[in-house]
């Protein structure tokens, strides 16, 4: 099961996408500008440049959009408004008339010319939302993955597998785990934090009990303690070589290193994403990272998010 959670506040919207399969603390955060800041900068620039507005949508949080709108009104130029955008305003039409804004049916807006700019009035848009999630949140979180893998491999010789979404085997035990923050617009980033996670030193005994068959450490798995100091200057130095390959060659050698560690090709999986579990075959990972899939049935479907167990093969 997933729920997606958002605080919307005046100036942010802090959004949590919560995985029941996953351990909440693997869960995706973002902090992106609350809707009615979105509007309001909308609003603004379009009275920079001198350009009339129609407002359309509905009742949504006022604050900064209605401040915008006021400037707008104050600059002198022309503000059209449907009846229920217009009561973001004020609940009551006369008053936001007296204003100065021009209150039009869906379908006289419809009609207005083409410059005039429309602004939708919405307190939640979830296709932006799924967008900044599938545009960033899959690129760099497989660069991280790659690079720990590999710094892992470097490290101890031990060859890693990745585990989709955001884990690092080693015998088919988890080592490490990813968490990635974007604080974002929805046409850009301004910064990633990466979250990484790796079992070093971790005794078999000292792991709970409900967890020592599917967890271990690199002491474990090599048989021999790891300097602190010396694995963080390994992973530090893959990092940057993977993020500058990443800068100058875009995705494609990420993805294909990914590919290759993840050895998921081909594999018999069981799917849990968005409250729906298949069963089938991992067919490969398209250029966006998604996971093609093809069910029991025969179907294929690219997987955005989602948990994903690798099954035994059948007799």
């Known amino acids: 099961m997933k729920i997606l959670t958002v605080d919307v506040g005046t100036g942010t919207q802090d959004i949590f996408l919560y995985d029941s399969n996953l351990d909440i603390e693997n869960g995706f955060k973002l902090i992106l500008p609350s809707p009615t800041m979105m509007v309001y900068r909308k609003i603004q620039s379009?009275?920079?440049?001198?350009?009339?507005?129609?407002?359309?949508?509905?009742?949504?949080?006022?604050g900064p959009s209605s401040w915008a709108v006021d400037a707008h009104l104050r600059a002198g130029l022309k503000v059209f408004a449907t009846p229920?955008?217009?009561?973001?305003?004020?609940?009551?039409?006369?008053?936001?008339?007296?204003?100065?804004?021009?209150?039009?049916?869906?379908?006289?807006?419809?009609?207005?010319?083409?410059?005039?700019?429309?602004?939708?009035?919405?307190?939640f848009d979830f296709p932006a939302i799924e967008a900044v999630f599938n545009r960033f949140g899959v690129s760099l979180n497989k660069l991280a993955a790659v690079a720990v893998a590999e710094a892992i491999e470097r490290f101890s010789g031990l060859?890693?597998?990745?585990?989709?979404?955001?884990d690092i085997l080693l015998n088919n035990c988890k080592v490490a785990g990813l968490l990635n923050e974007i604080h974002s617009e929805t046409d850009r980033i301004h910064f990633v934090i990466l979250g990484i996670g790796v079992n070093l030193n971790m005794e078999k005994e000292r792991l709970p009990k409900e967890i020592r068959a599917m967890a271990t450490s690199l002491k474990m798995a090599a048989?021999?303690?790891?300097?602190?100091?010396?694995?963080?200057?390994?992973?530090?130095?893959?990092?940057?070589?993977?993020?500058?390959?990443f800068l100058r060659e875009g995705g494609t050698p990420v993805?294909?290193?990914?590919?290759?560690?993840?050895?998921?090709?081909?594999?018999?999986?069981?799917?849990?994403?968005f409250g729906e579990t298949l069963l089938g075959r991992a067919v490969d990972v398209d250029a966006e990272g998604r996971l093609i899939l093809e069910t029991e049935k025969g179907e294929r479907k690219r997987i955005v998010a989602g948990d994903i167990e690798y099954k035994k093969e059948r007799q």
């Open 46 to 62: 379009a009275t920079t440049r001198q350009t009339a507005i129609c407002l359309t949508g509905g009742i949504m949080g006022g």
């Open 159 to 166: 060859p890693p597998v990745i585990k989709r979404p955001n």
């Open 223 to 245: 048989g021999k303690a790891v300097s602190r100091k010396e694995f963080l200057s390994c992973l530090l130095e893959t990092l940057e070589q993977w993020y500058t390959l």
């Open 255 to 273: 993805l294909a290193a990914w590919r290759e560690r993840a050895r998921i090709k081909g594999k018999p999986v069981k799917v849990t994403s």
């Open 84 to 123: 229920q955008a217009a009561q973001t305003i004020n609940d009551d039409l006369e008053a936001v008339k007296q204003l100065g804004v021009i209150i039009v049916s869906d379908d006289e807006a419809g009609r207005l010319p083409d410059n005039v700019e429309k602004v939708k009035f919405s307190d």
